[in-house]
């Protein structure tokens, strides 16, 4: 049995933190391998340390005197080595940056000293090998993660340590040159090694008791989800629920490993776990994400054109604006394409005028105030007259629904609503369906 833990900026945000990783660490034998994020924040007012070296480097880039920043930084580190006496010597580690530090310096490069330090420190701290990422996560020149290479490396390292502390985040190129991932990476890091050693769980430590059935912002106190499926929570995901990097499920999903949402300061609380299939079926639903601020564009086509190379027409000029689409739910005349605000703010003019040459298209209409709002259950699937029952409840309050589509595995019902009406609706869904 062998269990890899993530544990995430916040876990190891300062002194009492990296206490508190080490408690979860010792309390069970098979967490063996350990991934960490770089010191994060542990109040409102901190800052993260990635932030704080995104901020090097742009000082550094604009030629701006960087002192302070620098200070900050490496104060972070050597409070927490002082408080809890580490022999690690960071004067020569922040010298060697110090070196480092010019215009031409990479940013991945140096954003990723943050990762790198503070696992140096962790392994310490636990008594484990530090083993760098970049001889472990391999990437490719195309910026794609050699999975052979990766998993040999990883292997190889967990056999010849067997107690060993990665940082997350990044990686090389064939090369050495650092590359990271996008933010919040160290999320995709704890699963590439999971699936590489074929642990018995991903554990990925955060400062929340696992994934809530709706956002907090929105509904007091919402309920935590116990059980998930990877496809669920990839719709969540989608649709705005924060928990894990979107990229995290696909590693571990293809070696079918759990992932346990937990919580470094309330660690006795089973958190979510989010499996291929699950059996637990005490709630209709799994959980309600949603985002504001969409536009949809409804054409419609003349009376002798056919609606297939209208709307192949019209996808096509979305495709030349490099617009993502996220919905076309089609009638018989006429089709809408639903599309983010923050996609087509620059292009919109061009874009409408552009599907109006079209001869065949004989109008089309804007309407920029949308919000999808994403029902989501496996156990939707078995139950019939779920969607009925969520047209009525959002009906019984006055809301026009502007869309409905249902994803084909019956995993979501999404309705488009107007913007003033997001939390209204979230509200009577989460009160109505939710035991
Ligand atoms: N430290 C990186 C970030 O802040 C990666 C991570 O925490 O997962 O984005």
Redesign the pocket.
């Known amino acids: 049995m062998l269990v890899v833990a993530k544990f ?2 916040s876990s190891v945000a300062n002194t009492s933190q990296f206490q508190k990783v080490k408690a979860i660490v010792e309390a069970k034998e098979n967490r063996k391998v350990i991934i960490v ?2 010191l ?1 924040k542990k109040e409102k007012n901190d800052s ?4 704080l070296l995104y901020l090097l480097h742009a000082h550094l880039c604009y030629s701006v005197p960087y002192d302070n920043v620098f200070s900050m930084i490496k104060n972070r580190f050597c409070n927490i080595k002082e408080e809890l006496q580490l022999k690690i010597d960071l004067e020569s580690e922040f010298n060697q940056l110090a070196k480092e530090l010019n215009k031409e310096l990479s940013m991945e490069y140096l ?1 990723s000293r ?2 790198y330090i503070t696992a140096k420190m962790v392994a310490e701290y636990l008594g484990y090998t530090f083993v760098d990422a970049k001889d472990l996560i391999c990437f490719d020149y195309s910026g794609l993660v050699n999975d052979k290479e990766t998993e040999k490396a990883i292997n190889e390292a967990y056999q010849k340590y067997h107690k060993i502390v990665i940082p ?2 990044y990686g090389a190129y064939p090369n050495g040159t650092i590359k ?8 995709i890091t704890g699963a590439i090694v999971a699936k590489a050693l074929g642990a018995t769980v991903y554990e990925n430590w955060t400062d929340v008791s696992g994934i809530l059935m709706a956002d907090p912002k929105v509904i007091d106190n919402p309920k935590r989800i116990n059980q998930i499926t990877y496809n669920e929570l990839r719709e969540l995901s989608y649709m705005g629920a924060s928990v894990l ?1 979107e990229e995290t499920v696909f590693p571990v999903q293809e070696g079918n490993i759990p992932i346990n949402i937990l919580n470094t300061n309330e660690p006795e609380n089973p958190g979510t776990i989010i499996t291929e299939n699950c059996d637990d079926n005490s709630q209709i639903i799994t959980g309600i994400a949603g985002k504001k601020h969409f536009t949809s564009f409804t054409v419609t086509k003349t009376h002798n054109a056919d609606k297939l190379s209208v709307l192949r027409a019209v996808l096509n000029v979305f495709d030349k604006y490099k617009v993502n689409v996220e919905h076309i739910p089609t009638s018989i005349d006429s089709f809408s394409v639903v599309v983010a605000n923050s996609d087509v703010e620059k292009c919109i003019y061009d874009l409408v005028s552009e599907i109006n040459k079209n001869e065949e298209v004989k109008n089309i209409i804007v309407d920029n105030d949308i919000s999808l709002i994403a029902v989501v259950g496996r156990n939707m699937v078995t139950k019939p007259g779920i969607s009925g029952k969520v047209f009525g409840i959002i009906g019984n309050e006055n809301i026009n629904i502007k869309m409905i589509a249902q994803g084909s595995q019956e995993l979501t019902i999404i309705v488009g609503v107007c913007n003033k009406d997001f939390e209204k609706t979230i509200k009577a869904v989460y009160d109505n369906l939710v035991n």
């Open positions: 995430g900026g994020s770089a994060g993260k340390i990635t932030d954003a943050g990762e997350g985040f990271t991932f996008s933010r919040g990476g160290s999320d990097h």
